[in-house]
């Protein structure tokens, strides 16, 4: 059974009574490197990088930059709402 600061509800990946907040991230494969182009509850925060641990340190820097960008346009960061699924279909 989780503790009540483990919880996390259905729509949100903020850990209860935390200000650590999670947000989903799609990188996907390019040419030359990848590309974390896409994270749905924050648009416009884009990065690129190779290798893919690369990019993911890019976005996550990115990500600290769009946040602290908006909280000094007085504007309040969203509680992340998407979640990563995958579903299997025959090819």
Known sequence: ?????????????????????????????TA??????????????????APVEGVEAEIKEAIALHLEGMRADGIKPPIPQSRVEYVEVAA
């Not at 600061?5 to 991230?25: L, P």
């Not at 030359?32 to 990088?49: E, H, K, Q, R």
């Open 1 to 29: 059974m989780k503790s009540h600061r483990e919880h996390r509800t259905a729509f949100s990946n903020k850990q209860a009574g935390s200000d650590i907040m999670r947000y989903a991230i799609v990188i996907e494969k």
């Open 32 to 49: 030359s490197n990848f590309s974390a182009y896409y994270v749905p509850d924050l648009p416009g925060c884009i990065a690129t990088g």
